[in-house]
């Protein structure tokens, strides 16, 4: 992929004179326009050979446009605090809102690569990085992010005599690094990934440009007419083919004979008030050493709630927290996104819960309100809530490959019971806060809600982050329940019990 970059482009001072300036008002036009309308976000990825220009180019970006609205993250190596989240959470915690835009130099190709390149990774996995790469992109394609992905190349002859000459100019000798001069040496390894690399990643929602860098006015020109005419062919499209649309993922069919898989739910399950005491003693403390075990260090917990409203999920999660350090957990509600949450793809808000090794996090609601409000209310099209089902797999599959261990429960009650707990709540005076119109108005959707609930666990109850369906109109039975399933899930997780 980088024979047309390697033949000595070349931009005269007086060409880059006369352009430059014109480029540079059109740009910023574009950028105002993306700004004013706030309807996607640009991410421009600057990747390539060492002194091929990356940085530069990325001052003059800064130059030509309004810094204010740019968000300029630079990435190396992953520090000792960010190899205890997954991989992709530090470039989630970068991504710009609607109607910004985002430079990162160096990105999330660049350690798959250089792994690879320096044999810490077999093929096997730099393939499997590269796949992860596209499920990324695309999903950020499809809620409307626009991808421009820069490689700036220099042929190896160029390579050292470009290392030479900033060596030799005290001014610019410090930008060449002991790391710049290793990997120098391993140029070819370095090329033949990359070029491995670009072709399997230029997607046509995200296809590679790879530009010359020897000459800078040549580079220069290059990126900055590249980005514009990507903006300009986004605003040239009409607005309801702006966000790429896959096919659609189509709810499955009702069950010839009806019966959902809540109604098939064992709901006569109770547990009296002894026995539920003893065995929430025993749990909880079995749930606390699980939490200080050593081998957590290498670990982290995420716990998700879904039910119906009133289904008992706060009370449950009570239980849970009162048996761990509170130093090391969070519970983090989920209620409808705010103005800076839609800015972002949906996914942000809970990436940027995601916790280090040796932490928790309980989820009271997640992720899969795409696949359930947003669905039933009709806050999101089909396409959305359809794609959405395979990005969570991805998700929690990446999570777990991390080291997140994914514990999921829906908490199952029949309307009877909600109703009779709806009444309850409305008619003590202490427990008025719970009940609201909108509580009422969504049991009345229960029809449309049940076939999404079943649509949803069959087709993301995975082996690495399987749906635990628990019965809960007796509220000390479901308890337990979720208790000794937490337990277990992070027994099987760290291999044997604690302690032994």
């Not at 992010?145 to 220099?154: N, S, T």
Request: proline share 6%.
């Amino acid at each position: 992929m980088f024979e047309s970059a390697e033949i000595g482009h070349q931009i005269d001072k007086k060409t880059f004179k006369r352009e430059a300036p014109v480029l540079r008002a059109a740009l910023l036009e574009a950028q105002y326009r993306l700004l004013h309308e706030a309807k996607t976000a640009v991410v421009i990825l600057v990747n390539g050979v060492d002194g091929a220009g990356r940085g530069e180019t990325v001052n003059v970006l800064n130059e030509w446009m309004d810094p204010r609205h740019i968000r300029t993250e630079a990435f190396g190596p992953m520090t000792e605090a960010e190899r205890k989240h997954p991989e992709m959470w530090r470039f989630w915690n970068v991504l710009p809102p609607k109607g910004h835009i985002g430079i990162l130099f160096g990105s999330w190709y660049t350690d798959p690569i250089v792994a690879y390149a320096h044999d810490r990774d077999g093929h096997d996995r730099f393939v499997h990085r590269l796949e992860r790469i596209r499920q990324f992109e695309r999903m950020l394609a499809a809620e409307g992010v626009v991808l421009v992905k820069l490689w700036f190349h220099l042929s190896k002859k160029a390579a050292k005599a470009r290392m030479k000459e900033l060596e030799a100019d005290p001014k610019t000798a410090w930008r060449v690094t002991p790391q710049e001069k290793e990997d120098l040496k391993h140029y070819d390894d370095f090329i033949r990934v990359s070029d491995e690399a670009l072709r399997k990643t230029s997607l046509g929602e995200a296809p590679w440009v790879v530009i010359e860098g020897s000459d800078a006015h040549y580079r220069y020109l290059t990126a900055g007419r590249h980005l514009l005419r990507v903006l300009e062919q986004h605003f040239e499209q009409p607005v309801d083919r702006r966000k790429p649309r896959p096919p659609l993922s189509a709810p499955l069919d009702a069950p010839l004979d009806r019966r959902s898989l809540l109604a098939a739910q064992d709901y006569t399950r109770r547990l009296s008030r002894k026995p539920y005491e003893d065995e929430l003693e025993t749990l909880q403390g079995r749930l606390n050493l699980l939490s200080r075990d050593p081998r957590m260090q290498d670990r982290s917990l995420v716990v998700v709630f879904e039910g119906m409203d009133a289904a008992g999920k706060g009370s449950t999660i009570r239980r849970i927290t009162q048996a761990l350090d509170a130093r090391f957990y969070r519970v983090v509600p989920v209620a409808a996104p705010n103005e800076n949450e839609r800015a972002q793809p949906y996914l942000w808000r809970f990436w940027r819960y995601i916790p280090r090794h040796g932490r928790a996090v309980v989820f009271d609601r997640s992720w899969y309100g795409r696949v359930l409000v947003e669905r039933v209310e009709g806050f999101c099209s089909e396409a959305d809530w359809g794609r959405a089902y395979g990005e969570i797999n991805e998700y929690e599959e990446e999570l777990t490959e991390a080291g997140v261990v994914i514990v999921k429960f829906w908490l199952a009650i029949t309307p009877e019971e909600q109703l009779r707990r709806f009444q309850e709540r409305q008619d003590t005076p202490h427990k008025h806060y719970k009940i609201t119109d909108e509580d009422w108005r969504n049991r009345d959707k229960w029809p449309q809600y049940e076939p999404a609930v079943g649509d949803m666990i069959d087709r993301t109850s995975t082996q690495v982050a399987p749906w635990h369906v628990v019965a809960s109109d007796d509220k000390l039975w479901a308890r337990i329940e979720v208790l000794r399933t937490l337990c277990e899930r992070l027994e099987a997780a760290l291999g044997h019990p604690a302690g032994a």
